[in-house]
């Protein structure tokens, strides 16, 4: 006491600003922000992508409502830095300049791929994005049978007459917005080296109705997502792989996540924790076996919120999750889906409150 008296004011500050700090509570240290804390701040216009999109693309723009149920993850936080800094800030930016030449801004183009397990959200991920950035999305489904005119645009007859039809790619592609393409590893390797390559690396074109050149817009965004492991599926052959030049692993929710995000939806707890109990074992299961692993992409939070839904309608909760999970197995795999009825499911608990 008689050292702060006199003592120099300078000291005596700091001094007591010591004392203040080895004497705190813990309690009284700020609480951590948590990824929730965090998504509040994209429920409102701060990352929209300052652009007027055509009114024929306004259709497709997902509204802030998307995200008041969906559960962040760090991967979609390090995604909306990118799409910030890219898209948002330099891609605007040029535009606003009149810079187009896709040389000089090659750089800020984005190409990512979603990859991981089915079921795991990668969709939804695409769609978060696209709700918190304001920009039109465009889902184009591959499939062993795509064809590269539903990218360039296709002659079809319409009233008698052949007419030529935009696709949603080629509108997204010259339009801009986000081009999520589902499953890019179930398409024929020549889809990639006949128009997508192109369409994703210099000189980032594409040729409508097979021979107009099309130059890709600069806040064209494009998200390929693939399963691994499926059926169907193959490896992406290296040049493709090579032009998403971002590739984020998008895993299970963690049981909190899970849970949470089905809680956001309006489902009561405990019919959530009941449910959940039983997806969860059912896909632990499918694991276990390199056959029926290919089924886990038909088990996903969509059967648990059929399950949750049949519920508050009214159906007994043991009954309604058999109906949604037998039913995901067995337009896939009726045998296997009998298996299930025979054993697991028939030794479901039944609901306790």
Known sequence: ??????????????????????????????????????????LSTSHHVDHEWDESQKDRIRPFSFLENFVPTDTFFKIMKKMDLRIR???VENLQFGITDPWMIRSEFVNMLFYGDPGTGKTVLANAIAAA??????????????????????????????????????????????????????????IFTSVLNQAMEYPYIIKRNGYERIQRH????????????????????SACAQRFTSKYLVEEMSDEEMISALKKRGFKAGDVRYVYAQYKKLRKSL???DQERKLLREISIR???????????GVEPREAVIDSLYGALAVKNKRIADKYN???????????K
């Open 303 to 313: 059967q648990c919120i059929d399950a949750l839904c049949a519920i508050e309608e």
């Open 89 to 91: 800030k330099n891609m």
């Open 1 to 42: 006491s008689e050292m702060f008296t006199t003592a120099t004011d300078d000291k005596v500050v700091r001094c007591t600003l010591f004392r203040d700090i080895v004497s705190r509570s813990p309690a009284e240290k700020p609480a951590k922000e948590t990824r929730q804390d965090k998504m509040s701040e994209f």
């Open 133 to 190: 950035t304001g920009m039109p999305i465009y889902e184009i489904t591959f499939n062993e049978d795509s064809e590269e005119d539903e990218f360039e645009g296709k002659n079809k007859i319409v009233e008698g007459k052949l007419s030529f039809v935009e696709t949603a790619f080629l509108e997204g592609f010259s339009k801009g917005g986000i081009l999520l393409l589902e499953e890019v590893n179930l398409a024929r390797a020549n």
């Open 287 to 289: 694991k276990e076996s």
């Open 342 to 352: 025979g054993g697991m499911f028939q030794a479901m608990p039944n609901y306790r």
């Open 218 to 237: 600069p806040l064209t965004v494009i998200i390929g997502t693939m399963n691994l492991e499926t059926e169907g599926t193959t490896s992406l052959n």
